[in-house]
């Protein structure tokens, strides 16, 4: 049974930083795309960056390129650095999983996920 896990989420004033974790029980994510989407109230849920765990091939929206990085421990958790975040970052964050060997942009390519941790910067 794949769980992820995510925790790091909190409250930040814009320009700060917040590290966020996704801890996976299950399965050895080595083989797997692991990515983080977020869901803003009243917005579809949007890939932030994803990250192909054995290669190290990584996918970052626009939005978030050069602001965020996503990376691995050797624990099997995989974090997104967030820095200089902005009010518009504000969302419930979620990590997902999928064996896939080509990494996903969309929901509908992850099998597993998180339930998610909320994030607000505000202004």
């Known amino acids: 049974q794949v769980q992820l896990v995510e925790s790091g989420g909190g409250l930040v004033q814009a320009g700060g930083s917040l590290r966020l974790a996704c801890a996976a029980s299950?399965?050895?994510?080595?083989?797997?795309?692991v990515a983080w989407f977020r869901q803003a109230p009243g917005k579809e849920r949007e890939l932030v960056a994803a990250t192909r765990v054995i290669s190290g091939g990584t996918l970052y929206a626009d939005s978030v390129k050069g602001r965020f990085t996503i990376s691995r421990d050797s624990q099997n958790t995989v974090f997104l650095q967030m820095s200089t975040l902005k009010p518009e970052d504000t969302a419930v964050y979620y990590c997902?999983?999928?064996?896939?060997?080509?990494?996903?942009?969309?929901?509908?390519?992850?099998?597993?996920w998180g339930r998610g941790t909320q994030v607000t910067v505000s202004s």
């Open positions: 997902a999983a999928d064996r896939s060997r080509s990494i996903g942009r969309l929901p509908a390519d992850y099998d597993y």
């Open positions: 299950g399965v050895t994510i080595a083989g797997y795309s």
